[in-house]
């Protein structure tokens, strides 16, 4: 069973960027970051598959996020630009042996980390 852990959280202003990672005791086939805030459903935010590095962005975090992959140290990466308020909440890395391309549905990944704490405010 894969073991997850983020890191890279923390408090930013509006606009500011944030780096978070996931190490990872192995990358699962489609790796993925999730987000929740306080009250709210968890969504997903940005997958990548492991195979090809081919990369699929929620809507909401278009043009802002970018999720990467260092295969060698078996590490995830979301690079978060132009933060806002909104983008606020644990963040959570998640992995699945096969929940399909642009698939987001948490019930589809079964390794999850602890998360990390990313707070946008002035």
């Known amino acids: 069973q894969a073991q997850l852990v983020e890191s890279g959280g923390g408090l930013v202003q509006p606009g500011g960027s944030l780096r978070l990672s996931c190490a990872a005791s192995a990358l699962s086939y489609y790796m993925a970051w999730f987000r929740q805030a306080p009250g709210k459903e968890r969504e997903g935010v940005a997958m990548?598959?492991?195979?090809?590095?081919?990369?699929y962005l929620a809507d909401s975090v278009k043009g802002r996020f970018t999720i990467s992959q260092d295969i060698a140290k078996n590490t995830l990466y979301l690079q978060m630009n132009y933060l806002k308020p909104e983008d606020s909440g644990i963040y959570y890395c998640a992995g699945s042996p096969g929940a399909g391309f642009g698939n987001l549905r948490p019930e589809q990944y079964s390794y999850w980390g602890r998360g990390t704490q990313v707070t946008v405010s002035s």
């Open positions: 990548i598959k492991r195979r090809n590095g081919e990369t």
